[in-house]
């Protein structure tokens, strides 16, 4: 890897790529096949979600929110597992759908880790990471009324995203972004 560049990201796209083993395919199976201790993976798998043009599916901007939120809190908490609810859980994706989507994902990616390294890795610990846990935290809370504000959900789990990012990679500059962009989306939203 030159320059000390990572390819976290694409690992997780092909994590995700290597469950689907069929027609469908279950998130359980999918969060097994991330890793079970892999908060960052699993977030940034949901923000995702929330950022492609699903958003625009009445009440999906909230569950993922909700469930955001809830793997923040088990962060959090020191939860060194993934749980989430048997109704999340057991819910089942189309194969082909999650494929389109990780193949669409695979060029911004790419793109993206040439500028991604692990670097300022201190701000990976406690108590520098709780600040925008905390922050990410208040923003999946009003992710359910942003559905009223077309695209501003998209807008919030795309600073998910990158939070997730930058854990993953452990990039302390991706974190600083994501940290700056966690305080402007709320106060670009007050004034919408």
């Known amino acids: 890897m030159p320059n000390g560049q990572t390819h976290a990201l694409s690992d997780v796209l092909d994590a995700l790529e290597?469950?689907?083993?069929?027609?469908?395919?279950?998130?359980?199976?999918?969060?097994?096949?991330?890793?079970?201790?892999?908060?960052?993976s699993v977030m940034l798998i949901f923000s995702l979600i929330s950022t492609s043009p699903a958003s625009a599916i009445p009440g999906v901007t909230a569950v993922v929110a909700m469930l955001?939120?809830?793997?923040?809190?088990?962060?959090?908490?020191?939860?060194?597992?993934?749980?989430?609810?048997?109704f999340v859980a057991s819910k089942r994706l189309d194969a082909r759908t999650v494929e389109n989507g990780v193949n669409w994902l695979r060029k911004p990616v790419a793109w993206v880790e040439r500028f991604i390294r692990p670097r300022l890795t201190f701000l990976f610990h406690r108590p520098w990471l709780w600040l925008p846990m905390i922050l990410?935290?208040?923003?999946?809370?009003?992710?359910?009324?942003?559905?009223?504000?077309?695209?501003?959900?998209?807008?919030?789990?795309?600073?998910?995203?990158?939070?997730?990012?930058?854990?993953?990679?452990?990039?302390?500059?991706?974190?600083?972004?994501?940290f700056c962009l966690l305080l402007v989306v709320p106060v670009t939203l007050y004034y919408i």
């Open 68 to 86: 955001v939120l809830l793997l923040i809190v088990q962060m959090m908490v020191g939860r060194e597992t993934v749980w989430l609810p048997d």
């Open 18 to 40: 290597a469950s689907l083993d069929g027609d469908t395919v279950t998130v359980e199976h999918v969060v097994d096949k991330l890793g079970r201790a892999s908060f960052a």
């Open 136 to 178: 990410i935290a208040a923003l999946t809370l009003f992710m359910p009324f942003m559905e009223i504000v077309p695209t501003s959900g998209s807008v919030a789990s795309a600073v998910i995203a990158l939070f997730a990012a930058a854990l993953l990679t452990r990039d302390g500059v991706l974190a600083c972004l994501s």
